[in-house]
């Protein structure tokens, strides 16, 4: 073997010790979670669930940032071109990965490209609420509304492209009607006029419309849930009560940037699996959270996340969604 040569291979091996090394010793200081959305949301509180545990676990605190604006990309596309040791990581929602790849022709991060998958984390749904004053009581009643008025019922959505618009959207076609949908900045907003009665319907998180319920502030017609949540156990399915084959989730992931040791991908992942496992953890997402936890491997929040992007497509396609 030639001296170049054989001082390549040593190189080689020496950078493989180093990072066998490293990621045998990961984590040894803090950790960037960006969440690209504003704090005390779903999605917030799950980072920050999920975020306590592992620092204990750990011994090294992860930092929760909240970096919401422009529909996710710019929280998601700080953590694209970051290092990939480890040390940064990304609460991935279908709005970053999914929904704004089918939005906008140009955007600043490709989600195949520049992120290593960890693990799909949950999956929730959407309940269907209408102000009091609407005079229908269940979803049969609601279509038979917006027949009558074509047109004229609206919805009240976070901003063009969210999923509780592409919720209604979704609904609009499964169900043949004419519904408008009113953008304002943020879930908040849109609740809030939902409440005012600006707008007499609205698909909205179960996590933040239960209390609204239980008031008498709202009434639910139906969850988007492939089955009935255990949070409302008397509110039926929008398939069941009326449009078969009807569904609508959402969900939230953990990725890195890519190129991240596999060795740190794999203590990563299994350790939020772990987290997701633990009963007071459970508690506070599926029973006071309306989630379900799902602690996917990574593999399988790659294909989900490809997956996704050919249905929402489809759904801009057929119900005619233009962002840009």
């Not at 969900?251 to 633990?278: C, E, F, N, Y």
């Not at 936890?293 to 790659?302: F, I, K, M, N």
Request: aromatic letters at 6%.
């Amino acid at each position: 073997m030639g001296v170049r040569l054989a001082g390549q291979v040593c190189l080689m091996l020496a950078m493989t010790w180093v990072v066998a090394a490293s990621a045998q010793n990961y984590p040894n200081r803090a950790i960037r979670l960006v969440v690209p959305l504003a704090p005390a949301g779903a999605g917030d509180i799950v980072a920050r669930t999920v975020a306590a545990k592992l620092s204990e676990m750990w011994g090294q605190q992860i930092i929760i940032d909240n970096r919401p604006g422009a529909n996710t990309i710019i929280g998601t596309d700080l953590v694209a071109k970051a290092k990939p040791d480890g040390y940064t990581w990304l609460l991935g929602v279908q709005g970053s990965l999914v929904i704004n790849p089918v939005s906008y022709s140009k955007l600043a991060y490709d989600p195949e490209k520049d992120f290593d998958p960890i693990t799909q984390m949950t999956v929730y749904g959407y309940v269907l609420v209408v102000h009091p004053a609407l005079p229908v009581k269940n979803v049969n009643e609601l279509i038979a509304l917006a027949r009558a008025r074509p047109a004229q019922l609206a919805y009240g959505t976070s901003g063009n492209g969210g999923s509780n618009h592409l919720a209604g959207e979704s609904f609009r076609l499964a169900s043949g009607v004419k519904m408008n949908a009113i953008p304002y900045k943020g879930s908040a907003p849109a609740l809030t006029a939902l409440l005012s009665g600006d707008v007499p319907v609205m698909f909205d998180t179960l996590i933040t419309s239960i209390p609204l319920l239980k008031a008498g502030r709202l009434r639910a017609l139906g969850v988007t849930l492939p089955r009935r949540s255990p949070s409302l156990p008397d509110v039926p399915t929008i398939a069941e009560a009326a449009l078969r084959g009807y569904e609508f989730t959402a969900w939230q992931a953990i990725v890195v940037p890519a190129g991240t040791d596999k060795a740190i991908i794999g203590r990563i992942h299994s350790d939020v699996v772990k987290v997701l496992a633990m009963p007071d953890v459970r508690h506070k997402l599926v029973d006071e959270g309306a989630n379900e936890l799902v602690g996917s491997t990574p593999e399988a929040l790659g294909r989900l996340i490809r997956t996704d992007i050919q249905k929402y497509r489809k759904l801009y396609a057929d119900a005619g969604i233009r962002i840009e």
